[in-house]
């Protein structure tokens, strides 16, 4: 079992930054593949980066370059840095961790991950 607590959500304007923490508890979290999605009233939550159990990395084209996901295994803590935050970014934030293996192609795919946490808001104004 993987418990994961969000953190670090807020209220910015565009252009700004926020760094996003996921904690996590349980065992076996240094080699599960995990992740970052976000998720807006009446849309389908997306994926916005992952990270593999052997630590390859994936961003969709939407924030590729503006934001960079980490893992810290002696921490137990996930982070998601976001630079340039737009208006589009506004959305509920979650971190989640796969209890399998993951096809890399599939990181993206919200079935795979097994554990979720409850969200942090990020907000961006123009």
Same mark, same amino acid.
């Given at each position: 079992?993987? +418990?994961?607590?969000?953190?670090?959500?807020?209220?910015? +304007?565009?252009?700004?930054?926020?760094?996003?923490?996921?904690?996590?508890?349980?065992?076996?979290?240094?080699?599960?593949?995990?992740?970052?999605?976000?998720?807006?009233?009446?849309?389908?939550?997306?994926?916005?980066?992952?990270?593999?159990?052997?630590?390859?990395?994936?961003?969709?084209?939407?924030?590729?370059?503006?934001?960079?996901?980490?893992?810290?295994?002696?921490?137990?803590?996930?982070?998601?840095?976001?630079?340039?935050?737009?208006?589009?970014?506004?959305?509920?934030?979650?971190?989640?961790?796969?209890?399998?293996?993951?096809?890399?192609?599939?990181?993206?795919?919200?079935?795979?991950?097994?554990?979720?946490?409850?969200?942090? +808001?990020?907000?961006?104004?123009?």
């Amino acid at each position: 079992q993987v +418990q994961l607590v969000e953190s670090g959500g807020g209220s910015v +304007q565009a252009g700004g930054s926020l760094r996003l923490s996921c904690t996590a508890s349980g065992d076996g979290y240094s080699s599960i593949s995990m992740a970052w999605f976000r998720q807006t009233s009446g849309k389908e939550r997306e994926g916005v980066a992952a990270i593999a159990g052997d630590g390859r990395i994936k961003y969709p084209d939407s924030v590729k370059g503006r934001f960079t996901i980490s893992k810290d295994n002696v921490a137990n803590t996930l982070y998601l840095q976001m630079n340039d935050l737009e208006p589009e970014d506004t959305a509920m934030y979650y971190c989640a961790a796969a209890r399998g293996w993951v096809p890399f192609s599939a990181s993206f795919i919200r079935i795979y991950y097994n554990y979720w946490g409850q969200g942090t +808001q990020v907000t961006v104004s123009s």
